[in-house]
């Protein structure tokens, strides 16, 4: 249990660059106690996949993206969770990892939800501009055949990180999704954001 409970921290952590998470905070999304997730924290900080921000005496924890180790664990975490997903949402990441023409995709909204069948299938698409028109005609192929629509959301690396630094709502909601191929580069991107 506590290897799952490490993983559902250092995914929360890595999803949610807009937020600064304590032990006490974080035990609440994760759903143990506030012992418990400081161990897990300790033991993270301790291995280096975690980094420390103090203010006043609170410790905030962020993923240490200077060490390629916590980098590595991270990526293999994304591909894992895309792995482990439910069956409904798995036939969406095997049918948008046909996709060559972006560089990150991410799976998000309703397709995730256990509760619910998706009216579309909602994907955040980073691109370079150049293949915008490729990445296009790409989604519009995989639409013919299939019996749910993809709702795409573009973005250029710019765009991203830029959207992220302005906490921008559609964005930060996107990437608490599934990140379904382009782990390393959104782990980059996530990085590279002061």
Known sequence: MRKENERKAILNILKSPEKEYNANNLSKVIGI?????L???RSLLKEDILSLKKVSNINFYKINFSNPYSLDYSIFLLKDEAEHTSSYAKRWVLELRKIKSAEIGIIFGSVLSKKEKANDIDVLFVVKKENLSYLKKEIEKLN???DKKIHAVYQTREDFSDNLIKNDIVLLDAIKGIVVFG??????LLGGIK
């Open 183 to 188: 782990e390393k580069e959104y782990v980059e």
């Open 39 to 41: 161990k897990i924290l």
């Open 33 to 37: 106690t506030s012992m418990g997730i």
């Open 144 to 146: 013919i055949f299939n």
